[in-house]
């Protein structure tokens, strides 16, 4: 196992959550890193993504404002702060990474992805 994601649950709307991404065996530094998600009957959706010092981040339009994608090069962890979560903020999320410095929407970017953490958030 590459990565280890962890942190979801269950929250009501205007809740705050905070994902958390180990990636115990990988030489963290030189990884792109990147959340995804995918509600029930639809596809796999980009969320955030963060490149490997930091430098350069990308959201998707609907979470700008309200997520925050981090990393601890130190620790090997990432993470993704979610505020003012939303019902249409449900989903399992996904961790992912790729050995790269540059970072992408696109899903077939990234080599390596953790297993998943559900995040519902009720109305």
């Known amino acids: 196992v590459q990565l280890q994601a962890s942190g979801g649950g269950f929250v009501q709307a205007g809740g705050s959550l905070t994902l958390s991404c180990a990636a115990p065996t990988l030489t963290f530094n030189r990884y792109s890193l990147a959340w995804f998600r995918q509600a029930p009957g639809k596809e796999r959706e980009f969320v955030a993504a963060?490149?490997?010092?930091?430098?350069?981040?990308n959201y998707r339009d609907s979470v700008k404002g309200r997520f925050t994608i981090s990393r601890d090069n130190t620790k090997n962890t990432a993470a993704l702060r979610m505020n003012g979560l939303q019902p249409e903020d449900t989903a399992v999320y996904y961790c992912?990474?790729?050995?790269?410095?540059?970072?992408?929407?696109?899903?077939?970017?990234?080599?390596?992805w953790g297993q998943g953490t559900q995040v519902t958030v009720s109305s």
């Open positions: 992912a990474a790729d050995y790269s410095s540059t970072i992408t929407q696109k899903s077939y970017g990234y080599k390596y």
């Open positions: 963060l490149s490997w010092y930091g430098g350069r981040s």
